[in-house]
């Protein structure tokens, strides 16, 4: 079974709808983390979150929001999608160990936004 | 602000050869360099990760190396294979909550 699993996998959806992607992960790491992926770009940091109780903000945090409601599952919400958001999502998670911040990738949200 | 660079952004090649994947960072003040695989509809496999205080690291046919005073990785493919199509990932951690910073990718084909 894969360490970290996303849901839906794909997902079409219309303009002004509030929208939901799940992250649930069985490694045990305490760190966990959405990103984005546009075509041709790299991925883009959204929200990360250390602890059940800790949630920042990374550089795209805007119109996103994020709930870590265990250790093991990380959400990330659209309130209000928007057709610059179609894009592939992915969470991650990370161990707090030093500076060995090696992380680990579900295999993605394609998520458009019509 | 620290930006990743990769070239080439794609690269197609016959079967058996040795390849090379550049990877430049500008700012040298990361904790690890990370090397990733990303194949369609299976999200990214972590290759390689090598430590600021390392300059390489290797796994079977992969070999990647870091020179943080100049800003640069490169990973050494030996022996290419057709499974090794894919997309190739470098990103550094940085900053405060060691956060990954990618670049583009290289988008690696090669043809039997």
């Known amino acids: 079974d894969a360490d970290v699993t996303q849901t839906p996998r794909n997902r079409i959806t219309k303009t002004g709808k509030r929208i939901m992607l799940e992250c649930s992960q069985t490694?045990?790491?305490?760190?966990m983390y959405w990103y984005r992926q546009d075509p041709g770009l790299g991925l883009r940091l959204i929200y990360y979150?250390?602890?059940?109780?800790?949630?920042n903000k990374g550089e795209i945090s805007d119109g996103y929001s994020v709930s870590r409601q265990a250790q093991a599952k990380f959400s990330l919400s659209l309130e209000s999608a928007i057709p610059n958001q179609t894009a592939l999502y992915f969470c991650?998670?990370?161990?707090?160990?030093?500076?060995?911040?090696?992380?680990?990738f579900g295999p993605g949200t394609r998520l458009t936004v019509l | 602000k620290q930006e990743v660079t990769q070239i080439p952004a794609a690269l197609s090649v016959p079967e058996g050869e040795n390849l090379v994947l550049n990877c430049s960072f500008t700012d040298s003040a990361i904790y690890n360099l990370q090397w990733f695989r990303q194949d369609p509809g299976k999200g990214l496999t972590s290759l390689l990760l090598?430590?600021?205080?390392?300059r390489e690291q290797t796994s079977g046919r992969l070999n990647a190396s870091l020179d943080k005073s100049s800003g640069r990785s490169t990973l050494y493919i030996a022996a290419s294979q057709p499974g090794d199509s894919a997309t190739y990932l470098c990103a550094v951690s940085a900053g405060g909550y060691n956060k990954l910073i990618f670049g583009a990718g290289t988008r690696l084909a090669v043809h039997p």
């Open positions: 490694k045990g790491h305490d760190r």
């Open positions: 991650a998670t990370g161990k707090t160990s030093g500076a060995h911040n090696e992380q680990f």
């Open positions: 090598i430590q600021s205080s390392q």
């Open positions: 979150s250390f602890d059940v109780k800790d949630i």
